[in-house]
């Protein structure tokens, strides 16, 4: 079987969940849904950034140990993504025993293959972001270029990693494959990064200044740097666990029994350079193969200003969930962003966005299932119910070629038409006139199992976005579950009990 290993960042365990984390969070949810749908197996990894200044100093104002922080972060994202249908394979926390022999092996093979070198490092920091800026980096009164929130000036002794001897093995691979970073417009941006000559990245704090890391294993008196501990969490979950650091490890050569490479990182856009840039380079510097695909998704605004915790504009997207639904929500963040753009949050395109569930797919199930009780007492009637083949075939087209091209959007959007379509397809039939008429018992027929047969596809074609309500509608349907895609196309529920049930997406006042 063909395998999919697919991975969102690890969020900071130093702020609570938003709407930021929830996107990418359910965007790899959607395609994670889909390629098993697809008969792929997959392995789907989220988790925590532990460690780091950001971390140390979020537990001291909390005047808690970090790791009682972190314990309780953890849990906090668990929870949310428990809430929220979010079907990960492996949660990964970057305090894990496990993952901390990754990191150390990680540096020891660095180090044992000559990449790795002690200097001296002066500049300037930014603490939230965990960044490194040069002076001339630097934006209006000494702030961070990123995030213009104010940096610290630093000199301190660290280890450097020779990022600077693979700047031209990394843009020959960023132009032989022009699909590895997703959309272009990033890869063009990571391509003119790489214009400018590249420097060296410092990948350790000296204890003096920073604890709460992972200690070098050949300079106990530093830690690593937050970004190298936790971009190195992929290779971890991967499961190819080198057993010896050594550089003759063959844990480090064969990593076909394990997950590694990874399919496809998905981050947002804030984090590019770290993961086309740090991450790969470091993978070369340990001779592993790098991951095949990265794809850098927009940032949610309100206004102009991108949605974060620390500029104080975030919207709680379980509080969304309470008054709509967990459906309500994902499909409200997948169909409204188009992938790799951003998108602005009001309150008046998440209520539009809700009708088009309430009035065209809800709208569409109680229809049929009110009508398949009162004109064949609640069951599907048998006949070939081919009227909606065309429009089925078409859509199918759409949702496969569009989820390729992560267009998640697209391909929700494509459903939906279906959904659009089938309710013409009643207008045009008008069920209502066929029932009274006894002579046209036969169309009735028709066009009742045509309607309950798009039923069966589109909680397939929804089950990604929406798992909760079409494991509903399924049930209503009378089937045991959620087909796939290729079942429902086969399925026969001609003779199916079907049930009605409240509206699967309640309207709401404005
Ligand atoms: O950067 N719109 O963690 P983080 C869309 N620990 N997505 C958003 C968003 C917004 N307004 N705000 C946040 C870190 N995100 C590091 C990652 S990975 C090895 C280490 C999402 O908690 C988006 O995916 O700051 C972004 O890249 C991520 O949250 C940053 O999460």
Not at 273 to 300: D, K, N, S
Request: hydrophobic content about 40%; overall charge negative; aromatic content about 10%.
């Amino acid at each position: 079987m063909d395998r999919r290993y697919l991975t969102t960042p690890i969020y900071y365990a130093s702020g609570e969940p938003h709407i930021g984390h929830a996107y990418t969070t359910i965007l790899a949810d959607a395609l994670a849904r889909f390629f098993r749908q697809e008969g792929h197996d997959v392995l789907f990894l989220t988790g925590t950034d532990e460690h780091g200044q950001k971390i140390q100093e979020e537990a001291a104002r909390r005047e808690v140990a970090p790791l009682e922080l972190c314990d309780q972060m953890a849990e906090r994202f668990k929870a949310a993504w428990h809430d929220l249908d979010i079907c990960f394979d492996r949660f990964i926390r970057t305090t894990e025993a496990e993952h901390v022999r990754v990191v150390e092996a990680f540096l020891q093979r660095l180090l044992s293959r000559g990449h790795l070198y002690e200097g001296s490092y002066k500049g300037w920091y930014c603490v939230p972001d965990e960044r490194y800026w040069t002076e001339k980096d630097l934006g209006p009164g000494q702030t961070c270029p990123d995030c213009g929130r104010p940096v610290r000036e630093i000199e301190e002794s660290n280890w450097f990693f020779r990022m600077s001897a693979f700047q031209d093995d990394l843009v020959r691979h960023i132009e032989a494959n022009p699909d590895w970073i997703v959309p272009e417009v990033r890869r063009n941006e990571i391509l003119g990064f790489l214009q400018k000559p590249l420097g060296d990245l410092s990948i350790s704090r000296p204890k003096s200044r920073l604890q709460w890391g992972i200690t070098l294993p050949f300079a106990q008196d530093h830690v690593a740097y937050v970004w190298v501990d936790a971009l190195i969490n992929y290779f971890t979950a991967s499961g190819a666990l080198p057993s010896d650091p050594a550089a003759d490890d063959p844990g480090w050569e064969d990593t076909a029994a394990s997950w590694w490479p990874a399919d496809l990182h998905l981050i947002g856009k804030d984090i590019l350079t770290t993961h086309a840039v740090y991450w790969p380079t470091l993978l070369m510097g340990v001779g592993l193969p790098l991951p095949r695909q990265i794809l850098a998704h927009g940032w949610w605004v309100v206004g102009d200003t991108k949605m974060s915790k620390s500029l104080g504009n975030v919207v709680d997207p379980l509080q969304l969930r309470e008054e709509f639904g967990t459906d309500a929500l994902r499909w409200y963040l997948l169909r409204e962003m188009p992938t790799g753009q951003d998108a602005s949050y009001t309150p008046e395109r998440f209520l539009t966005r809700y009708e088009e569930l309430a009035n065209v797919l809800g709208n569409l199930a109680s229809r049929v299932l009110s009508m398949t009780m009162k004109y064949r007492g609640g069951v599907v009637p048998s006949a070939p119910g081919s009227g909606l083949d065309g429009a089925i075939g078409v859509t199918l087209d759409r949702v496969e070629e569009a989820v390729a091209a992560y267009r998640v959007h697209d391909a929700l959007g494509a459903a939906m038409d279906l959904a659009r379509d089938a309710n013409g397809y009643v207008e045009e039939r008008e069920p209502w006139a066929q029932a009274k008429d006894e002579s046209r018992a036969e169309e009735l027929d028709e066009t009742l199992a045509s309607l309950a047969r798009v039923l069966v596809v589109l909680t397939a074609l929804f089950q990604p976005v929406c798992p909760d309500r079409m494991g509903e509608l399924a049930s209503r349907l009378g089937l045991a579950g959620v087909p796939t895609l290729a079942e429902a196309l086969e399925v026969d529920i001609s003779g199916n009990e079907v049930a009605k049930g409240s509206p699967l997406f309640p309207r709401k006042d404005r």
